[in-house]
């Protein structure tokens, strides 16, 4: 694996994979790497022989006041634990390397689908993931690119710019990596103490009681959803949302909606925490 800061090594060092003919997988990260990380990783292996892992903290995805100063940077720990994983390039760009004209010129946007769930309370937070993600792609063309689901709408947001913008790049996607109680493993997690980290599972037994419930039989979705926001509040979570939506574009759903997703963002102290599940219902 080499451990690669410029654009310029990255682009020559993909031309020559390409050349040999070796497909070319994306796994972009803010580093820190988890076991859903390494998942993604494996996911990459399964589609390409060229695997880019980038490990960018990027600043233009946080807002005024998020926890970009205190967000682990942990980049040795991050390459040993892509020792034995047959990662080609560590892509870890200094920040003037990927914003050498200031943080905010041109910026990539999708609109309308990023004004809600997330991007709601967290404005110009997608902006400055599909400006970064945008750049990325532009950087590596990678054949392939994968993503988390525990980023839901994050997903969402990157295939429909993908798709509108042409890319020619196959976007994948694995499930939510979980630790045993049920948590949907987040390098965020770290942030939060004894009590929260023992309460933090409950956002996902919460999810999924709500889809059992769905899955016998129950429709009334906005009822199903304050209802749950409010055994997370008692709980202890402070609830930004709880959230039945259709999975394709994240609008409200109607009765014709079969494929769904349920979401969820918290926060427990300082931490914001989001997870989600979602589900087909036959109509
Ligand atoms: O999901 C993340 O870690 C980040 O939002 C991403 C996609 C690497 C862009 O900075």
Do not use: W
Not at 43 to 67: L, R
Not at 94 to 106: D, K, L, N
Not at 227 to 253: M, N, P, V, W
């Amino acid at each position: 694996m080499e451990v690669v800061k410029t654009i310029k090594q990255v682009r020559t060092m993909v031309a020559e994979a390409k050349k040999a003919g070796k497909k070319v997988a994306l796994v972009p990260t803010m580093g820190n790497l988890h076991d859903g990380h390494l998942t993604l990783i494996d996911e990459a292996k399964k589609a390409a022989n060229f695997i880019v892992c980038s490990v960018f903290v990027n600043p233009t995805q946080f807002g005024p006041g998020e926890d970009l100063d205190k967000y682990p940077r942990t980049a040795l720990q991050d390459q040993q634990k892509l020792t034995f994983k047959s990662v080609a390039i560590f892509f870890s760009p200094p920040e003037y390397e990927m914003y050498p004209f200031g943080r905010m010129q041109t910026t990539v946007e999708v609109p309308h689908i990023t004004k809600t769930l997330c991007g709601a309370a967290r404005p110009g937070h997608f902006t400055g993931v599909t400006t970064v993600v945008s750049k990325l792609f532009n950087i590596v063309q990678p054949d392939f690119a994968v993503f988390g689901e525990k980023d839901f709408q994050q997903l969402v947001v990157i295939k429909k710019m993908v798709r509108e913008l042409f890319y020619p790049i196959e976007i994948l996607s694995i499930p939510t990596v979980r630790e045993a109680d049920g948590l949907a493993m987040s390098s965020r997690n770290a942030f939060l103490n004894e009590a929260d980290r023992t309460l933090a599972p409950q956002l996902y037994a919460t999810l999924s009681s709500v889809k059992y419930k769905m899955l016998a039989g129950e429709r009334d979705f906005n009822k199903l959803a304050a209802d749950a926001k409010q055994r997370l509040e008692d709980k202890g979570f402070t609830t930004d949302y709880f959230e039945i939506r259709d999975a394709e574009t994240l609008e409200r759903c109607s009765e014709s909606t079969s494929r769904l997703v349920l979401l969820g963002a918290v926060t427990l102290g300082q931490t914001r925490l989001i997870d989600n599940i979602s589900l087909t219902l036959k109509s």
